[in-house]
T-cell receptor, first 115, second 109 residues
């Protein structure tokens, strides 16, 4: 498809398990962003890649969260030793570039539920 | 206080009504987005603007940089317009979007 693709759409797992969330950006988009959205709230920034370089990870809540984009295309957000408070919608977005005049295009998100 | 405040939080309208959703922000920005979040969860970018006014179909977005305020208007509203509308800003040359909490719009037939 032509849009940002995220998988899985839904993930339910037990507390303590590791999860990996995948984002496939729009072809040719060099910038990729991860956001987290709690129920009833707007998204919050987690981390940002320009090509394969992770330029900003200031929004990652703690060291259980990590992200990579090894070839500058697909990105994976990994949460280790999940906790119930990690339950949220995780969204990925991509843009042609990182300048403020480039709109970000969002995926449909992965809804993560930790039991 | 959030950097981006939206009002109202919830809005119910009858089909055909003119809708206004407001966004105020407290920081200097270089651009502002209006986004639509569908009931199924997908987010679509409606507008990105840094000054003046933009129009697309029945949707109009305006921004007043001096007053740090933007509005999203929907003319001749329709039940399919029912969604959460989110305002998000970009500061300076930064890439980070700072989001408002969204406005839940319900348009009844």
């Amino acid at each position: 498809g032509a849009g940002v693709s995220q998988s899985p759409r839904y993930k339910v797992t037990k507390r303590g398990q590791d999860v990996a969330l995948r984002c496939d950006p729009i072809s040719g988009h060099v910038s990729l962003y991860w956001y987290r959205q709690a129920l009833g709230q707007g998204p919050e920034f987690l981390t940002y890649f320009n090509y394969e370089a992770q330029q900003d990870k200031s929004g990652l809540p703690n060291d259980r969260f990590s992200a990579e984009r090894p070839e500058g295309s697909i990105s994976t957000l990994t949460i280790q030793r999940t906790e119930q408070r990690d339950s949220a919608m995780y969204r990925c977005a991509s843009s042609r570039g990182s300048s403020s005049n480039q709109p970000q295009h969002f995926g449909d998100g992965t809804r993560l539920s930790i039991l | 206080k959030n950097e981006v405040e939206q009002s109202p939080q919830n809005l119910t309208a009858q089909e055909g009504e003119f809708i206004t959703i407001n966004c105020s922000y407290s920081v200097g920005i270089s651009a502002l987005h209006w986004l639509q979040q569908h009931p199924g969860g997908g987010i679509v970018s409606l507008f990105m603007l840094s000054s003046g006014k933009k129009k697309h179909g029945r949707l109009i977005a305006t921004i007043n940089i001096q007053e740090k305020h933007s509005s999203l208007h929907i003319t001749a509203s329709h039940p399919r317009d029912s969604a959460v509308y989110i305002c998000a800003v970009i500061r300076g040359s930064n890439y980070k979007l700072t989001f408002g909490k969204g406005t839940l719009l319900t348009v009844n037939p």
